[in-house]
């Protein structure tokens, strides 16, 4: 039989341990060893059944051993030390704390977070690095408020059937089964957030709060009473359903988001955030729901919008349409008008922040850039993509102009980095993982000390390996007396390639098999042989990723090579663990440029792990010769079966080569030198690189403090400044059609410009209705192409001088003809207002519909 319910019933602590249940309800022991070490104290064998989860521990502990534990002065004392650690650790000034204006709050709102594995709410890279965005934020005393959902089936666990195919699994989750808290009001009642839905049904969700360290994570939950079986289901499982239930989380998670804010702000007495974070679309309907607390509020639209955007962050993880939610127009209109319309939010206003090329398509990326002053991309790369993929939105500027920025993604090396290797680190180069400098240090640790951990982490892989391997097998109907084998599979002596991801087709979880004998070979080297241990997860709904798996698994499965590389179901944050710090190359293969950044190599990185990769997202950016291998890409080549077939064989090459000699190529003392000159450079070329404290500092610096300013401006003297300043874009937006380059006039280089000389120009610009002030005039000048086209020009202003009677005002200025070659130059014109964050930000730009004055020409 089958209960009706399902829910956990918590342990009572004697009073003697009450700072135990302190500890477990902050998941700050997620990356606190000394904490976790604590928790194993309580009973070794129990703590290695829940598998590492406290609040699990806590829950299976009997009132015997907790009795014990009471009278154990040692015991006591530790637990004294931890829990006076933690609470020096929430309230002890930080990084953040020394800046200056800063921001009071930043709101932080994601669709998943990866915190530890025992809060399965999370799918992948994007929820991975929220939850590193989120510790980061705690160390550094950053004070962000994070929003998310809570899902009940998480996302799911993958097994696979006999052939090899993913099978998913969705268990249920209790929210009093982990470390999390009802909020509730001051009265003691849980806190509802309420949504208007159309026909008059509405979605109510109770809010859980998840203290990550110093940051509190709001969690809504939509599994209450007072919903229908359909409300119910909205916080099932992460992205789940069809497109209904795909709006229905986000309205909940924007719309809701905002309201669960208010409210816990509201009873704990924490501020108010200041700058609101989007992480990717989803939760973009938050900008609506600030607009329409700020228009009932006495603004109008266009003075909401403009006070909402200057405080809003955007931040695009996708790098390809096709991973952008997009909702029918209708199903929007339906949502925000009619019965359900909002009094002071039009619902064809709402509409347009959506359109895009498709007037059928309301497009959730398109309204979160609209809604945001400050919108990136997550490596270099990645924001040059964003700003070809989101260019239309600003048409007419040079995509080196377009206001898309980046922010390279960055780990938390706490909960990555093995613990000896963080242990050897804080021995040898104090608070070094906490700093973005001293990092040659590392060349002064003995090669032997590092060889020596990274051959525990590597054993440590492959005993894990063998363990997921054996329980595998019996899922897919093996008998134990079959599996002697995986007794031998892997050797904790031989190169070990890690390739762990998610598995959509861009990523090629299949490469390596293009040429299956190759791969055999360099499997069963007989001097170099080489090992590869595989995990990730199809999309439930992508068969096309599940036969890539099936392949993998069909091909692992072989006698002759199943010792030599697996594939492990069921890719989590523990499993993850074990492979970034295990394996001696991570193997990155995706379709350039497609993944937007990627993170798991930065974790092998830091783990003394070799990156063999295609210069693709964060390790185009930072790959530097030394420090890995780069795989060629074959770009320009359409034919995506040659590509690959192009690709492999330089990846085959590259591991045969260059890994697997420099590998096994050792010294007289066994060690392999040039391998440990190579991880040495990477540690100290990517260390201060790729640690989240450095990402989460280019956001305070680059987008956060900028943003709460802005946000400031706009909200004085009760928001004077952005009612003048939607007057003003109004006005310019009237009046843009009149204003015009009407004629350059270029002087001072002769019939043979040469290096040195100075272009001297006077533009004539019509401005129609608007004042001088109101815009801005620049030449572009620099290299041209064979089709005039300027190629990453250079600017400069210039300078306004008389105005006509018919509005024409002048404009003179010097361009220095700084190179040689094909040069050339053009004027421009774009609206200027100090409280605009961009000069592309309206949208809007003049140029000569002729190359007036043009002078494309060769300099000597």
């Known amino acids: 039989m089958r209960a009706i319910r399902r829910f956990t019933v918590r342990t009572v602590l004697p009073a003697e341990l009450a700072a135990l249940g302190e500890l477990v309800h902050n998941l700050r022991w997620s990356w606190h060893p000394e904490t976790l070490d604590l928790f194993a104290e309580v009973d070794s064998d129990l703590w290695e059944q829940v598998g590492h989860d406290p609040v699990a521990l806590l829950g299976a502990v009997g009132p015997d051993r907790l009795a014990e534990l009471a009278a154990d002065r040692r015991f006591l004392r530790r637990l004294a030390d931890a829990a006076d650690d933690l609470r020096e650790y929430m309230t002890a000034p930080r990084w953040y704390q020394t800046l200056p204006d800063a921001a009071r709050a930043i709101a932080y709102f994601s ?21 590193d965005h989120l510790k980061a934020a705690s160390d550094l005393g950053v004070p962000i408020l994070a929003v998310g959902l809570l899902y009940r089936h998480g996302y799911f666990t993958q097994s696979l059937s006999p052939e090899g195919w993913q099978l998913e699994h969705y268990p249920s989750l209790d929210a009093g089964g ?11 009642t849980p806190v509802r957030v309420r949504i208007g839905l159309p026909g008059e049904r509405v979605l109510h969700a109770q809010v859980w709060v998840a203290q990550v360290g110093r940051v509190p994570l709001l969690l809504l939950d939509s599994d209450v009473a007072e919903n229908d079986n359909a409300a119910r289901d909205v916080t099932d499982r992460l992205y789940g359903g069809g497109t209904d239930h795909r709006l229905m989380q986000e309205l909940l998670l924007g719309v809701g988001g905002v309201r669960a804010i208010r409210s816990y702000c509201r009873i704990t007495g924490h501020a108010d955030p200041e700058v609101f974070h989007t992480n990717e679309g989803h939760a973009g309907f938050l900008g609506l729901e600030r607009i329409r607390e700020l228009t009932e509020a006495r603004l109008s639209f266009d003075e909401a919008l403009e006070a909402v955007r200057a405080g809003t962050v955007f931040t695009t993880h996708t790098p390809v349409p096709a991973g952008i939610d997009r909702f029918p127009v209708d199903m929007i209109a339906r949502q925000f008008g009619g019965d359900n319309a909002w009094p002071t939010v039009p619902v064809e206003r709402i509409l347009a922040l ?26 270099k790369l990645h924001g040059q993509v964003s700003r070809d993929m989101f260019k239309e939105l600003w048409p007419g500027f040079d995509l080196d102009v377009v206001p898309i920025g980046s922010i390279t993604n960055g ?42 951990i990274r051959g525990i982490l590597r054993a440590r892989l492959v005993q894990g390996a063998r363990d997921r391997l054996r329980k595998s097998w019996r899922a897919r109907g093996a008998s134990r007396a079959e599996l002697g084998w995986i007794d031998d599979v892997l050797d904790p002596e031989v190169l070990t390639i890690g390739f762990a991801r998610r598995v959509p087709s861009y990523k090629r979880l299949t490469l390596m098999l293009r040429d299956p004998d190759r791969l055999t070979e360099l499997l069963l080297d007989p001097d170099k042989p080489v090992q590869i241990v595989i995990a990730g997860k199809a999309h439930p709904a992508d068969e096309g990723g599940k036969k890539l798996i ?33 394996c001696d190359v991570w193997l990155n293969n ?56 192009l690709e492999a064989t330089a990846l085959y090459d590259l591991i045969e080569h ?48 900028p943003a709460a300013g802005a946000a400031r401006a706009l909200s004085a003297d009760s928001y004077t400044p952005a009612k003048a300043f939607a007057a003003w874009r109004l006005k310019v937006t009237r009046a843009w059609p009149g204003v015009r380059v009407e004629h350059v006039e270029a ?23 608007l004042e001088p002030g109101d815009v801005l005039v620049e030449a572009a000048y620099g290299k041209v192409g064979p089709h005039d086209e300027l190629v990453h020009p250079a600017y400069i202003e210039l300078t306004p001088g008389d105005v006509d009677d018919d509005g024409r005002a002048h404009y003179t200025g010097v361009v220095p003809l700084d190179r040689t070659g094909a040069f050339g130059y053009t004027v421009r014109v774009v609206p200027h207002h100090p409280l605009m964050a961009a000069k592309a930000e309206l949208g809007l730009i003049a140029v000569p519909e002729e190359p007036a004055g043009m002078t494309n020409g060769t300099l000597r």
């Open 354 to 379: 959506g359109a895009e090329a498709d007037p059928s398509r309301f497009n959730m990326a398109v309204m979160g850039m609209r809604l945001a002053q400050r919108v990136n991309g997550v490596s």
């Open 550 to 582: 099936q392949q993998i698994v069909k091909f692992a499965d072989r006698p002759e090579v199943r010792h030599r590389i697996v594939f492990l179901p069921d890719y989590d944050m523990t499993l993850g663990q074990l492979l970034v710090q295990g």
């Open 178 to 188: 982990l470390p999390l808290s009802l909020l509730k009001d001051d009265d003691g």
């Open 590 to 645: 995706p379709l350039r440029p497609l993944e937007a950044s990627g993170t798991s190599g930065m974790k092998s990185a830091l783990n003394g792990g070799l990156n063999l990769s295609i210069r693709d997202g964060w390790w185009d950016e930072w790959y530097d010769g030394t420090n890995g291998w780069a795989i060629p890409t074959a770009d320009g080549v359409s034919d995506s079966d040659r590509r690959d077939e």
């Open 411 to 452: 780990v938390h090396a706490p909960t990555w980095v093995g613990r000896e290797l963080m242990e050897l680190v804080a021995r040898e180069l104090p608070s070094l993982l906490e700093r973005a400098r001293g990092w040659e240090g590392v060349q002064k640790i003995p090669d032997a000390e590092i060889w020596n």
């Open 658 to 705: 260059e890994v697997s000699d420099r590998f096994y190529d050792r010294a007289g003392d066994g060690l392999p030198r040039r391998w440990m000159e190579m991880v040495k450079h990477t540690l100290a070329s990517l260390g201060p690189k790729v640690l989240a404290g450095r990402m989460l500092r280019d956001y305070v610096v680059g987008l956060y403090s």
């Open 747 to 769: 002087a001072g280089i002769g019939d043979t410009p040469e290096v040195g000389a100075a272009l001297e120009l006077r533009a004539t610009i019509a401005l129609g209705d």
């Open 111 to 131: 669709p998943e977070y990866g915190i530890a594995a025992a809060l399965p709410q999370y799918s992948g890279g994007l929820g991975i690095l929220a939850g």
